[in-house]
């Protein structure tokens, strides 16, 4: 069973960036394909971006796209989300999901595991 926690989150500027990590410990975090989920006050969570445990395959959000990237680094147990330009709709508790057999990217219901979330607020 893996647990995972989130960190990088804060304020920052529009047009500014931040680097969140998805920190993985129990397990291998290469056995697992990984999500990037944000919930905005009084919004549904949402799918931000995702990659699979296989190929490192990388898939993103239309809200995202040319400014996230997601990555992973398997020596150091760890996913993470490059963000660029933010705006502040990009403001939301941002969470990472874990889930070995991945078969729809967005749909939360489909991972197992999750971290406690960290918050991101972009904001002048």
């Known amino acids: 069973q893996v647990q995972l926690v989130e960190s990088g989150g804060g304020l920052v500027q529009p047009g500014g960036s931040l680097r969140l990590s998805c920190a993985a410990s129990?397990?291998?975090?290469?056995?697992?394909?990984i999500g990037w989920f944000r919930q905005a006050p009084g919004k549904e969570r949402e799918g931000v971006s995702c990659?699979?445990?296989?190929?490192?395959?990388?898939d993103y959000a239309d809200s995202v796209k040319g400014r996230f990237t997601i990555s992973r680094d398997n020596a150091k147990n760890t996913v993470y989300l490059q963000m660029n330009s933010l705006k502040p709709e990009d403001t939301a508790v941002y969470y990472c999901?874990?889930?070995?057999?991945?078969?729809?990217?967005?749909?939360?219901?489909?991972?197992?595991?999750w971290g406690q979330g960290t918050q991101v607020t972009i904001s002048s």
């Open positions: 990659i699979s445990s296989s190929d490192d395959t990388t």
């Open positions: 999901a874990a889930e070995v057999r991945l078969r729809n990217c967005y749909v939360d219901d489909e991972y197992d595991y």
């Open positions: 129990g397990s291998t975090l290469d056995y697992y394909a």
